[in-house]
């Protein structure tokens, strides 16, 4: 992984975290949003706009690629770069939790 993807996306946004945590399987922007609106009880809803614009640059980056389109829909699928990130991502939240457990 270089030094930029690292930059720009460790920490990750919750947006850029979801993505890549839903398309460990092929999915499309609309089912992202309502996977992740279920996953967080509603908490998080994505925003359209934001959403195919994470798309976009996560694409355009590598960490996720086009795997095909279903019902006019595009369908990705995240990269071995993005799962990479993706560990990085979890690493950090995990020590992130472990270290407020130990203030308790």
Known sequence: MNAHIKKVYVPMTETGF???????????????????RELTGGDIVLAPGTMYGSLSKMEKDGLICFVGEEN????????????????????????LYHNMKEME
Do not use: F, M, S
């Open 18 to 36: 979801y993505i890549l945590l839903c398309l460990q399987e092929p999915n499309h922007g609309y089912g992202i949003v309502q996977t992740v």
């Open 72 to 95: 006019k829909r595009k369908r990705y699928l995240i990269t071995d770069l993005g799962r990479e990130v993706l560990a990085l991502e979890k690493k950090r939240i995990e020590r």
